[in-house]
């Protein structure tokens, strides 16, 4: 018996000593103490033993119990840290590396330079309103009393899409709708984009952004436009902005002028950034044309207004001191993110 207690208690240690993993420890704490296990069955044998023998041999038994249960914990303890470690240098994370970088968009020049015209018209008691860009004939030019011979209709600068449908050449048509759909008096703007059949090149688009304006009510002057618009400048380029108008021609408009800001870079004395001469392009304007008022419902005799139109790409590369228009379609997060 006692032979056989010895090589259970050498078999438990080789086998425990041998075991790779917690499920096999546990198959052999089943297999030595476990109801049918090894051990258990000696105990059963305990009947062979002789009376007198049996408190010694059973306290042998619980020795061995006992050891090989010591014998299972600290190996289970063993396997444990094993596998602890090993997961933990599998999921070590190491807080030296760099950060991984979230890049974010950023706001167009575009649309800088816009928001900032709203704020200013807003302030003014503007309201901003859209047209659509697929526009009918008569809004972008007949409404605007450009006549079916004026060079602007020649199909080289316009995207027709049918003989009375085209893609806009300048938010002007606007004018016209607002006017229709409502009584003065009218104060709003207009933004949106426009298509010219251009070539690219540094100033020149087949797509590019007008900011169109009118004003109508009873009264209106070129004094009003002509405050109003440099105020406008004041607040868009500096306090110390001066403004210039120059005569010129719009159909729509009479009289017509198209409006320069002093330079806002060398403050007129002339540089790189006005050519030379001191004063910056911006916008044209005038006074609604008294056949524009009528064709779209408002009597020229008791009511009055001016219009204007700025171009928007030429307000953001002045503004940003951006030198080719290119730059402002090609999205490249390392040109944007300057702004
Ligand atoms: N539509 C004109 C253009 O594209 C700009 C313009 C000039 C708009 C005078 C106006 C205006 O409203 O009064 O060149």
Excluded at 7 to 33: C, H, M, P
Excluded at 58 to 69: A, H
Excluded at 70 to 78: R, S
Excluded at 307 to 336: C, H, P, Q, T, W
Aim: aromatic share 8%.
């Amino acid at each position: 018996m006692k032979e056989k207690l010895k090589e259970i208690q050498e078999k438990a240690r080789k086998q425990i000593e041998e075991a790779t993993g917690a499920d096999s420890l546990n198959d052999i704490r089943v297999g030595f103490l476990g109801k049918k296990g090894e051990l258990t069955a000696i105990l059963k044998s305990m009947k062979d033993v002789a009376p007198e023998d049996r408190p010694a041999f059973g306290q042998m038994v619980n020795d061995v119990r006992s050891q090989i249960e010591q014998q299972l914990m600290q190996a289970k303890a063993a396997v444990e840290a094993k596998e602890l470690e090993s997961r933990l240098s599998f999921e070590k994370i190491d807080v030296t590396l760099p950060a991984k970088k979230n890049n974010i968009g950023h706001r167009h020049p575009n649309t800088i330079a816009l928001e900032e015209v709203e704020k200013i018209f807003i302030g003014m008691g503007y309201e901003v309103v859209s047209g659509p860009e697929v526009e009918k004939d008569y809004y972008n030019f007949e409404a605007l009393n450009i006549p079916a011979d004026h060079p602007a209709k020649d199909e080289q600068d316009t995207f027709y899409i049918t003989k009375d449908i085209l893609l806009r050449t300048q938010t002007s048509g606007v004018q016209v709708r607002v006017m229709e759909s409502k009584k003065p008096p009218i104060r709003m703007i207009a933004p949106g984009r426009v298509f010219r059949s251009d070539e690219v090149d540094a100033t020149h688009s087949p797509s590019f952004h007008q900011i169109e304006g009118m004003i109508i009510d009873k009264g209106v002057t070129l004094a009003d436009l002509k405050g109003t618009l440099a105020e406008f400048a004041r607040r868009m380029f500096g306090e110390d902005t001066k403004v210039k108008f120059r005569p010129h021609h719009f159909p729509f408009t009479e009289p017509s002028a198209e409006m320069d800001v002093s330079c806002f870079k060398c403050k007129g004395k002339g540089c790189r950034f006005c050519k030379g001469e001191g004063w910056i392009e911006i916008l044209g304007c005038g006074m609604v044309h008294p056949k524009v008022l009528k064709m779209s419902g408002i009597d020229p005799d008791v009511y009055s207004g001016f219009a204007f139109g700025i171009g928007l790409e030429r307000i953001a590369l002045l503004k940003y001191e951006i030198d080719d228009m290119r730059l402002l379609y090609e999205n490249d997060v390392r040109f944007l993110s300057q702004f």
